[in-house]
C-alpha cells in the first residue's frame, strides 16, 4: 500500500510564501507524474503544478510567475513553493502520484488547507 504524506499548509497574509510537502511511502517500484491539485468551496478541483519524471513542469495560468514545483526523486518526495499568495490561492491543496508497484495508478494525498488572509 502507498501513502502519500504532505506537510506546510496553514495560514499566510497576502503577499506572504508557504512551501508543501509530499512524500511517499510504500511499496514503490518508481514514481512518474506528481503534482497538486486545489479545490476551494463551492469550486471544482483544479490542477496547480505538476512535475513529470523527466522534470519538465506545467502550471495553471493563476499561479504562473508565482509557484514552482520541484522533486527529489531519492527521497520519493515533490515540493511546491508558493510566492506571493493571494486570497484566491486559499484552497485544500492535495498532492498526487502516479505510483508503479505492488499496484500501478494515481495516488492522493489527504490534502493540506492553505489560507491566505490578513
Known amino acids: 500500500q502507498v501513502q502519500l504524506e504532505e506537510a506546510g499548509g496553514g495560514l499566510v497574509q497576502p503577499g506572504g510564501s508557504l512551501r508543501l510537502s509530499c512524500r511517499a511511502s510504500g511499496s514503490i517500484h518508481s514514481i512518474g507524474t506528481m503534482g497538486w491539485y486545489r479545490q476551494s468551496p463551492g469550486k471544482q478541483r483544479e490542477l496547480v503544478a505538476m512535475?513529470?519524471?523527466?522534470?519538465?513542469?506545467n502550471f495553471a495560468d493563476s499561479v504562473k510567475g508565482r509557484f514552482t514545483i520541484s522533486r527529489d526523486n531519492a527521497k520519493n518526495t515533490v515540493y511546491l513553493e508558493m510566492n506571493s499568495l493571494k486570497p484566491e490561492d486559499t484552497a485544500v491543496y492535495y498532492c498526487?502520484?502516479?505510483?508503479?508497484?505492488?499496484?500501478?495508478?494515481?495516488?492522493w494525498g489527504q490534502g493540506t488547507q492553505v489560507t491566505v488572509s490578513s
Open positions: 498526487y502520484a502516479f505510483i508503479v508497484g505492488r499496484t500501478t495508478g494515481n495516488v
Open positions: 512535475i513529470i519524471a523527466g522534470d519538465t513542469t
